[in-house]
């Protein structure tokens, strides 16, 4: 097979580092695909594939319901939140509430923001770099924040406390499924075989790392913004799991479900078909 050279773009996080541990150690056999990783915040890289930019890029679901007509879902590479996901914090002694208040929340496309619109629409924002969240709400510029990445284990030392957990809202409304947050999606024009090829390099990736947990996670910590290795392992395991190598039912059945919830509340602008690559 003639060498090809693709793009893959993921955010600079240790769940993401993780995930593609096994390629960019070397560890997997690329059958000759050249493989070039970028790293970018979830907002940029949702902004970019918009554009059509990198041919395998890491988005938010809320974005992949603009994108189904140029991109297909991987079926491995998610981040779901099985009773867990996007916190809103306040200040101790701040606000109890969302309705109506000014939330910080780390971009429009992400899904922690469609979520938080689906658990209340009625609420003011403003959009700042979601690691500068947690300050920005400290020091009195909103009355609460939207965390994601490593926020969600860190926010109680920086004195912050929980309006809601997001993915356990989202557990309890609807029987236990988990929150789909970001996914893989892989550009249809690379054609049926190289969606193939490349599908099982990735997939091997995730793998390889599961299957390496110490290497993976000593090599995703120095992505982890200040988490020690301990924290940076329970991170990892939050969002690199069984469901990010294979969705299943449940998997599958979150990113329906959010889908459809998201056109019913007019959120996005048409249905999604919920379809992936082989």
């Known amino acids: 097979m003639a060498s090809r050279r693709i793009t893959v773009a993921h955010s600079p996080d240790s769940d993401d580092a993780f995930m593609f541990y096994g390629l960019a150690s070397g560890a997997i056999d690329t059958g000759g695909i050249e493989v070039d990783q970028v790293l970018s915040d979830i907002e940029s890289l949702n902004r970019a594939a918009f554009n059509g930019q990198y041919e395998v890029t890491a988005v938010s679901f809320h974005a992949y319901a603009h994108l189904a007509d140029k991109y297909q879902l991987l079926p491995h590479g998610a981040s779901m939140g099985d009773r867990y996901g996007p916190i809103v914090v306040a200040p101790d002694g701040g606000v109890s509430g969302v309705k109506g208040r000014t939330i910080a929340i780390p971009g429009t496309l992400t899904?922690?923001?469609?979520?938080?619109?689906?658990?209340?629409?009625?609420?003011?924002?403003?959009?700042?770099?979601?690691?500068?969240?947690?300050?920005?709400?400290l020091e009195g510029h909103a009355d609460a924040g939207l965390l994601i990445h490593e926020g969600q284990l860190t926010y109680a030392e920086e004195g912050l406390k929980k309006i809601v957990d997001l993915g356990e809202w989202w557990a309890d409304r609807t029987g236990g499924l988990p929150l789909p947050l970001g996914g893989n999606i892989i550009r249809r024009d690379l054609g049926t075989e190289m969606i193939r090829k490349v599908s099982k390099l990735l997939h091997d990736s995730i793998a390889y790392g599961l299957s390496h947990r110490k290497e993976a996670v000593e090599y995703a910590q120095q992505f982890g913004r200040g988490l020690d290795k301990d924290r940076t392992d329970t991170f990892v395991g939050m969002y690199v799991n069984e469901l990010t190598l294979a969705y299943g039912e449940r998997g599958r059945a979150g990113v329906e479900r959010l889908m459809s919830e998201a056109f019913e509340k007019g959120l996005i602008p048409k249905p999604v078909p919920v379809e992936f690559a082989a």
């Open 111 to 137: 899904t922690a923001y469609l979520a938080l619109r689906l658990y209340e629409p009625s609420f003011e924002y403003v959009v700042v770099p979601f690691d500068q969240i947690q300050q920005f709400v």
